[in-house]
């Protein structure tokens, strides 16, 4: 209903949902992997609109039509508002002030992290470029949807461009205690920033409550914990949990149509052949998510518990990522180096013990993994919610695989039929992984129920009316101030 009546919706993020690319045979239209684009294309589809995000493929321009790009390029639905960045943009904004800076630092990394003067005027300059775009292209009274830690600045810049908007922004990544996020130099512009926003969503209640601690620790901003709610410059800013969500449905419409099952039973009937579990680990390599520890107790499981040598396979994707960061691409190089010494370490006559995918898979192979994983594990360090948890849960309709879920991920505090890891700890993850691989089918199937259930009750679709009736609470107090004026 809601849905129906609402004014026209603009997402804003950095990372754009459909890149172009020049190849040798043509144009070719690629998604990258990331949790904010998973969640949000789906919606988009379904809702129409539009999407204003950096163009960063080398065919960007040349899709457009009236400055525009039609997406799904095979079934456009929504529009797709490029904003293009010059190296050195890319450089300060993206590489350096988002992710050597606030990157690591939210996620507790404070010796990784670095805030040089040039990055900062790159990123206010970046984030004047997207306000400045917003502003152009969206609709009278539109609700805009912002996300993240790159365009902290996004929100107060495009309200005073445009004050008929309503603002929703999105933190994906934890937020850090009051005392680590004044360590950026220019803790009190972002935190201006986002208070532009009518509604700041975040991923758990703990990180909504340290937020609004920040927000009374380092500015004059009146703050009530109790309500959620900042005042600030005469208006108030609703601060609030909306753990995001996955297509429950969605996935599992997928995981069952053929060539997804047929995928799935071909790797089972591989597996089974074998007499082999296997454990699977998916992500973007990044330091954030615990890979090199995850190698190491697996390493310690194989000490630990010789006698599963030969009756399991591990099998990693590492997604390269961010590749413009030198520090990502050396992890990569690391990853590399250590999957095939662990191999050295662990010979086996027929199958590696240890399969490395080092690029992304596409989206049916991925969800035909998570069909057929007997383990899947997320060794997050810190984690604001983490996607590749939900998503495994919701393909998992045989029920025959344990999620081994760090304590520290987000999603720790919803999924409580998960085996949860201390990701510091490699011999009590490895013991964790023993339990797995021996738990019996009836309790791996007792708790995947559990979890299935509650990501029916807690989809996407919820997490985005949660956020929609916010701003409609927003909406309508607003016409109410008018009308009383
Ligand atoms: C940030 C926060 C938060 C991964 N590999 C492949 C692939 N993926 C997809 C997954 C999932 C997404 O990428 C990763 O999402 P995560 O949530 O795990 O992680 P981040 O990218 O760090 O996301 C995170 C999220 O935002 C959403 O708020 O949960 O805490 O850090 O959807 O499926 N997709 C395909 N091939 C791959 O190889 N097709």
């Known amino acids: 209903m809601l849905r129906l009546e609402m004014p026209p919706l603009v997402v804003v993020t950095s990372r754009e949902p459909y890149v172009d690319e020049h190849t040798k045979f043509g144009i070719r239209t690629v998604q990258k992997a990331g949790g904010v684009v998973s969640a949000l294309d789906p919606l988009m589809q379904t809702l129409g609109g539009h999407w204003v995000a950096w163009g960063s493929g080398s065919a960007d321009r040349d899709t457009l039509r009236d400055g525009v790009r039609w997406v799904p390029p095979d079934r456009p639905r929504y529009r797709l508002h490029r904003v293009f960045l010059a190296p050195e943009e890319v450089e300060g904004f993206y590489a350096e002030y988002s992710n050597q800076g606030l990157w690591p630092l939210c996620h507790l990394l404070i010796e990784r992290a670095q805030f040089a003067e040039r990055a900062w005027a790159r990123y206010a300059a970046v984030n004047q470029r997207f306000a400045r775009t917003a502003a152009d292209r969206a609709p009278k009274d539109a609700w805009v949807f912002s996300h993240d830690y790159q365009l902290a600045l996004f929100p107060s810049t495009l309200r005073a461009l445009r004050p008929d908007v309503t603002i929703a922004h999105f933190w994906h990544i934890p937020w850090p205690p009051a005392r680590v996020f004044q360590l950026v130099p220019q803790h009190r512009a972002l935190l201006q920033g986002l208070l532009g926003a009518d509604v700041l969503g975040f991923q758990t209640p703990a990180d909504a409550e ?276």
């Not at 949990?241 to 996935?251: K, L, Q």
């Not at 590749?323 to 590399?336: D, G």
């Not at 011999?427 to 995947?448: H, I, K, Q, S």
């Open 210 to 485: 340290q937020f609004l601690a920040t927000v009374a620790a380092l500015t004059p901003a009146g703050v009530d914990f109790a309500q959620g709610q900042v005042q600030w410059q005469g208006r108030t800013v609703r601060v609030r949990a909306f753990p995001i969500a996955v297509d429950t449905a969605g996935i599992q419409a997928l995981v069952q149509s053929p060539r997804v099952e047929r995928l799935s039973l071909r790797l089972r009937r591989r597996l089974d052949r074998r007499g082999h579990q296997l454990v699977v680990a998916v992500e973007r390599a990044d330091y954030t998510k615990g890979c090199l520890r995850r190698l190491a107790a697996w390493d310690a499981f194989l000490t630990r518990y010789p006698g599963w040598r030969d009756r399991v396979t591990f099998l990693q994707v590492l997604v390269p990522s961010r590749t413009e960061v030198p520090e990502y691409r050396q992890l990569f190089a690391r990853l590399m180096r250590q999957s095939r010494a662990f191999n050295r370490r662990w010979p086996r006559q027929g199958s590696p013990l240890l399969l490395t995918i080092p690029r992304e898979v596409d989206r049916p192979r991925l969800m035909a993994l998570f069909r057929a994983a007997d383990v899947v594990v997320i060794h997050s360090l810190l984690d604001g919610m983490n996607l590749v948890a939900k998503e495994f849960v919701a393909a998992q309709v045989e029920r025959r695989g344990v999620l081994l879920l760090s304590r520290s991920a987000g999603a720790a505090q919803e999924l409580g039929g998960a085996l949860p890891i201390h990701p510091l700890d490699p011999e009590g993850t490895a013991d964790a992984l023993a339990t797995a691989l021996n738990m019996d089918r009836a309790e791996r199937a007792r708790r995947m129920a559990d979890m299935q259930r509650h990501l029916t009750e807690n989809d996407l679709e919820g997490w985005i009316d949660a956020i929609l009736a916010t701003l409609y609470e927003v909406a309508l107090n607003r016409v109410v101030k008018v009308a009383s004026s």
